[in-house]
Structures are given as C-alpha cells and as structure tokens.
C-alpha cells in the first residue's frame, strides 16, 4: 500500500470547485493502490454495483444494453463500460482522474475491449443534448460533487426521454456511524440529518484533500423527481453469507446488521415537451 500524507479531518461547507480541485489529483495518488486492490474484485469487464459484490447481470437495474448508447460517469478503469459493451451496449466512460482513465487504457490493451472515454466532470458533461439511452454511475462522482443539481440536470439533459438513470452510492444511513468496519463501526455517532461535507486537509499544505458529501434517501427522491425523473428502483444489498472481503468501511461485521449501499434507478419522464 502507499503511504499517504498526513491530514486533518473537518465537516465544513466546500464549494464545488474545492471539492473538483481535491477530489481530481486524490483519485490520481490513489488509482494505482485502487487497481491494485479491488481490480481482481470488479474484473476486467465486470459490472459490480457495491462492496457486496451486486452484478448487473443479477440486479438489472439499467434494463436491455443491447443497441443503446450508454454513459458511465465516474467510470475509473471502465469495468463497468466494458461488461456493457460485452452485451451489447454501446458504452463510453468519463471521470475525473486522468490516472484511472491511463488504467482503463491499459486495460483496453490487455482485453482489446476498448470503452472510448474522456477526462470531465459530471457538472458538465462535454456531449450533446439527447445522446444517450441509459446513464450510470457505479459508485462514481456523485458522492464527491458539491453542486448535485447540476449534475443530475446534465445526466436529463444528455439523456432521451424514456431513457434509464442508475447510481449507486454508500447508503445514506451510514452517515451515521464511523467509518469503520469492525464494532466500533456500529454506534451511531452523527445526525442522519447533518449534511456537513466530510473534508480532509493534508497538514502539510493546508489544501483540501479530500471531500464526500452526504445526502438523505428524501434528497435524493426530490433531486431526482425535480428533474424529471420517475424512479423504479431503491436497492439495498445484503451482505451475502461467507462473503469476508474487507472494502473500507464495509465488512460482514457491518453488513449483519446495516445496509452499506443503495443503488437508485430511474427513468427519464419529463412532464413538458423540450
């Protein structure tokens, strides 16, 4: 494992920008440790929605791939995208960190199953109105961007109508608790209503390292609705029996008794014409 710098932890306000200018070169220090760690996990062309091992293939969530033109936001390596394209999608990938889309690119080389991908942010999404059928996110951006209504309102706006937006994302309960995974991690500690931004602060310099922000299930269901969205799904994966691996604050010991992950699907209904 690598060796990180020291930092300090607050709960504060953080602007979209802080949060894009730390979350971008923390996701570039730690992709090769990432990789490194749950590549085997996610597979090379594996879509894998949580830490308890979820598969599109069992939950279905995105419906028929088959012929849709398909965006993963926050795509990483582009497991995900190339388990879609593997069923026929066609999917592209877009994240924030230039070292995880390097390992994707390598990953199309070992494969050759490439997934076409770009360095952006999901608050502006570089595509064209009405260019895709489905859009994701496998815990990917969206817990580490500040302005969310801007995010979700570019997921509407690339999207058809009638088309499919899923997302997972650490279930809004686990605000609650540490993050931790062994028993310590099982009082609750925090208000579920406190919305403060989690934010680390490397010592040495001073910056922002480091931001996730926290939204409730009713935050979610209001962000989605107001934009025209219908959702269909709320899924909360139990930790399956004899499952042992370890991913941060997940673990069985956790997962016995609270859910870590909720994966949302919607379908894109707006009420008035474009």
């Known amino acids: ?3 990180h710098p020291p930092v300090r932890v ?3 306000a953080v602007s979209e920008e802080e949060s894009r200018r730390a979350n971008g070169p923390d996701w570039d220090r730690y992709a090769d440790e990432y990789q490194a760690t749950h590549g085997e996990f996610l597979g090379d062309a594996g879509f894998v929605w949580g830490p308890e091992g979820l598969t599109e293939a069992e939950a279905r969530v995105l419906g028929d791939v088959a ?3 398909v965006l993963e936001v926050g795509s990483g390596a582009g497991q995900c995208s190339r388990w879609v394209r593997a069923q026929g999608g066609r999917s592209y990938g877009l994240d924030l960190s230039m070292r995880q889309l390097q390992h994707s690119r390598r ?3 070992e494969t050759g199953a490439p997934v076409p991908s770009v360095l952006g942010t999901a608050t502006a999404l570089p595509f064209a109105d009405d260019s895709f059928d489905v ?3 496998s815990f990917g951006a969206l817990q580490f961007i500040s302005d969310i209504e801007t995010a979700v309102a570019e997921t509407a706006r690339v999207l058809r109508r009638g088309g499919r937006y899923a997302f997972s994302i650490t279930h809004p309960t686990r605000w609650m608790f540490p993050d931790d995974p062994g028993e310590e991690g099982l009082t609750a500690s925090q208000s579920y ?3 403060t931004p989690y934010v680390e602060v490397d010592d040495e310099t001073g910056r922002v390292s480091y931001v996730e922000h926290h939204r409730t299930l ?5 962000l989605l609705a107001g934009q025209g969205f219908v959702i269909t799904d709320l899924r909360e994966p139990e930790w399956p029996d004899n499952h042992e691996r370890v991913w941060g604050g997940w673990s069985g010991v956790r997962g016995q008794f ?3 992950t909720a994966i949302f699907g919607a379908t894109y209904s707006p009420t008035t014409t474009p």
Do not use: H, K, Q, Y
């Open 1 to 3: 494992m690598e060796n």
């Open 258 to 260: 609270t859910p870590g």
């Open 218 to 222: 009713g935050d979610w269901v209001a």
């Open 10 to 12: 607050e709960r504060r």
């Open 193 to 195: 209503w406190d919305r």
């Open 107 to 109: 990953i199309d080389l």
């Open 135 to 137: 859009v994701f996110s």
């Open 67 to 69: 012929d849709r033109d």
